[in-house]
């Protein structure tokens, strides 16, 4: 994928490059981060995210419902990334819990800045879910990054939030 970029006439036109090396269709659900290069060189590097939530140890903290987060950092952000398969637990976000889902060859959004945790209340019984923390480990760098939250995400109780902001509360330590 070639993207030109032209300017005011008469003004150099700098060219960059997306690629992809694999086959796009229409029949496939196709979800790929590409990076941007220029020269051959790659102008933002791919990295490895291991996601940990906490959930509280709290009376009914624990939910069934679909959970998705979006991680900001200074590259961008990350698009919607759903908690599917934690590493930990089959039955993720029960109480007391920390359950581990990695995210493996996504643009690294460099250093770390805020989180959005969106909890869909999918289930027919425990909606609500009670986070205590999220940490996330950029695996290629040995960064960790922690985002306190300490709320509900519910549209039933506290101040019924289902979706939360979270800022970093550290700078970047190594793991």
Wanted: a negative charge; glycine letters at 4%; charged letters at 30%.
């Amino acid at each position: 994928i070639e993207l030109v970029k032209c300017t005011k006439q008469n003004e150099r036109q700098e060219t960059y490059f997306f690629g992809l090396n694999d086959w796009i269709s229409h029949e496939t659900d196709y979800h790929r981060d590409i990076p941007l290069t220029k020269g051959g060189k790659a102008l933002l590097n791919n990295t490895n995210y291991r996601v940990t939530t906490k959930t509280s140890n709290i009376d009914e903290a624990g939910c069934d419902s679909d959970i998705s987060i979006v991680i900001f950092g200074e590259n961008g952000d990350s698009g919607e990334l759903k908690l599917e398969n934690s590493s930990t637990y089959m039955n993720k976000f029960e109480r007391d819990h920390e359950d581990i889902f990695t995210f493996e060859n996504i643009l690294s959004l460099d250093k770390l800045t805020k989180l959005r945790v969106s909890n869909r209340e999918s289930s027919f019984f425990k909606k609500s879910w009670h986070l205590e923390y999220v940490k996330i480990d950029d695996i290629q760098t040995g960064q960790s990054y922690m985002f306190p939250c300490n709320k509900w995400l519910s549209s039933r109780k506290d101040d019924q939030q289902n979706v939360r902001e979270l800022v970093c509360s550290n700078d970047s330590t190594s793991s």
